[in-house]
C-alpha cells in the first residue's frame, strides 16, 4: 500500500527556516515522483515542488524558487522540503503526495497527477 507521512512543520517567524519530511512506505523512491503542495485557508491547493529520483528532476512553483529545496535521500525513502526565509505568505497546511506512476515524464506541480496523499503538517509563519 503506497502511503507517505509528512512531518516537520511549526511555528516560525518571518526569515527563518523549517525543513519537512516525507516518508513513502510500500514503494520506493525509485519509481515514483513526490511532490510539495500547500493548502492556505480558503485558497486551492497549490503545487510547491516536485522531485523525480529516477532522474533527479525537480521543479519549483515560481513563489518559492530560490528559497525553497527539494531533495530525496532513497535509502532512507525519504523526501525533504527545505523551506528558507519564510513569508508570512507561506502560512498553509503542507501536503506531500506520490505521482501516479502512469506519468513517465518529468514531474509537474499539478495536483491532478497526484494519488497517495498525506494527512498534511502545518506550518505557520508569524511574528
Known amino acids: 500500500q503506497v502511503q507517505v507521512v509528512e512531518s516537520g512543520g511549526g511555528l516560525v517567524q518571518p526569515g527563518g527556516s523549517l525543513r519537512l519530511s516525507c516518508a513513502a512506505s510500500g514503494f520506493t523512491l525509485d519509481y515514483y515522483a513526490i511532490g510539495w503542495f500547500r493548502q492556505a485557508p480558503v485558497q486551492l491547493r497549490e503545487g510547491v515542488a516536485c522531485?523525480?529520483?529516477?532522474?533527479?528532476?525537480?521543479h519549483y512553483a515560481d513563489s518559492v524558487k530560490g528559497r525553497f529545496t527539494i531533495s530525496g535521500d532513497n535509502a532512507k525513502n525519504t523526501v525533504y522540503l527545505q523551506m528558507d526565509t519564510l513569508r508570512v505568505e507561506d502560512t498553509a497546511v503542507y501536503f506531500c503526495?506520490?505521482?501516479?506512476?502512469?506519468?513517465?515524464?518529468?514531474?509537474?506541480?499539478?495536483?491532478?497527477?497526484?494519488?497517495?496523499w498525506g494527512q498534511g503538517t502545518q506550518v505557520t509563519v508569524s511574528s
Open positions: 503526495a506520490a505521482r501516479d506512476p502512469w506519468y513517465t515524464s518529468s514531474c509537474t506541480n499539478k495536483v491532478s497527477e497526484y494519488t497517495s
Open positions: 522531485i523525480s529520483s529516477r532522474d533527479g528532476f525537480a
